[in-house]
């Protein structure tokens, strides 16, 4: 069964203060890794896709990155504006079904 | 482009009764999906149409049920309401070549009482 732990659960920063979102994942072979953001109240937004180990992929202070077995989403001088959750999701390559599985996110908020 | 649009945004139901959530994906997208999201439990897949075929299905009750239309519009429906029920119902559209790519409409609210 395909996994997807996502750490710390909630992260305080000042504005300014670069930091990095965990997400490790179990799953009988990646298909593709996806980060999406979670505003209050509204559906998740899709931000990145990864699809091997040592891809890497860059939006305004968000560079998402990726290792066989966990992806990691950095955030660099973050402001408040920045602050959501975020939710990583796997994609199995095999067994037929090709739903994502979601992890439960990280809450970020940053403080000006 | 419009994104997902879902109805209604938010609605107040009792125990028992049954309630149905409408989903227009975006223009041209075949493939719609429906997710629940509690703060428990996060992100729980509930089933997926393409093409008006339910292509798969989670791990939830016959209580929870699905369609689509020839217009791709789709409809999921939920008979015999529980306080467990209340959540987040999220709507999901994708292009449908098997991409986890997804664009979510901004869902409905329900609350049981």
């Known amino acids: 069964e395909d996994q997807v732990t996502q750490s710390p659960e909630a992260l305080r920063l000042q504005e300014g203060e670069s930091s990095s979102l965990n997400c490790s994942y179990t799953v009988s072979g990646l298909r593709g890794l996806f980060w999406y953001r979670q505003d209050p109240g509204k559906g998740p937004e899709f931000l990145f896709t990864?699809?091997?180990a040592g891809e890497e992929k860059e939006k305004e202070r968000l560079k998402a990155t990726l290792t066989k077995k966990e992806s990691f989403l950095h955030i660099t001088a973050p402001k408040p504006e920045d602050s959501a959750t975020y939710l990583c999701a796997v994609q199995a390559a095999s067994g037929g079904s090709y739903i994502p599985t979601f992890g439960r996110g990280t809450s970020l908020i940053v403080h000006p | 482009k419009a994104g997902v649009t879902q109805t209604p945004r938010y609605l107040i139901k009792t125990r028992g009764q049954q309630v149905t959530l409408s989903c227009s994906p975006i223009s041209g997208h075949r493939s719609v999906s429906w997710y629940q999201q509690t703060p428990g439990q996060g992100l729980q897949f509930l089933f997926e149409?393409?093409?008006?075929?339910?292509?798969n299905k989670g791990n939830f009750p016959g209580r929870f049920s699905g369609r689509q239309f020839s217009n791709s519009r789709s409809e999921m429906n939920v008979s015999t309401l529980e306080l467990g029920d209340s959540a987040l119902y999220l709507c999901?559209?994708?292009?449908?070549?098997?991409?986890?790519?997804?664009?979510f409409g901004e869902g409905s609210r329900l609350t049981v009482l």
């Open positions: 149409y393409f093409s008006e075929t339910q292509r």
């Open positions: 999901a559209s994708s292009s449908g070549q098997d991409t986890g790519e997804l664009f």
């Open positions: 990864l699809y091997s």
